[in-house]
């Protein structure tokens, strides 16, 4: 069990930049493999990132490459997403995914974002 909480969340101005954050805990941060998922409503949740456990590996979404990047501090059982120059379109709830040995998969509540054009 890993209890995860994200942050970060907000307003800004296209071409502009946030910092989500995850914290995790409950359970070794380092035994999960992360990643960020996106939803709108009325549509189906979308991969966004993704980062191994030990980090460095990292996979992301064709929508968000070159712009987004994902990062993770295991000594601080926290979790990154680093978004620059944000669309209109990357407007969505952001959800912190954590995924254990055995495949099973824990969810933050989510945090907004918002790019007004």
């Known amino acids: 069990q890993v209890q995860l909480v994200e942050s970060g969340g907000g307003l800004v101005q296209a071409g502009g930049s946030l910092r989500l954050s995850c914290a995790a805990s409950?359970?070794?941060?380092?035994?999960?493999?992360m990643g960020w998922f996106r939803q709108v409503p009325g549509k189906e949740r979308e991969f966004v990132a993704h980062i191994r456990r030990s980090g460095g590996s990292t996979y992301y979404a064709d929508s968000v490459k070159g712009r987004f990047t994902i990062s993770r501090d295991n000594a601080k059982n926290t979790l990154y997403l680093q978004m620059n120059s944000l669309k209109p379109e990357d407007t969505a709830v952001y959800y912190c995914?954590?995924?254990?040995?055995?495949?099973?998969?824990?969810w933050g509540k989510g945090t907004l974002v918002t790019v007004s054009s």
């Open positions: 995914n954590a995924r254990f040995y055995s495949g099973i998969d824990s």
């Open positions: 409950g359970r070794a941060f380092s035994g999960y493999a």
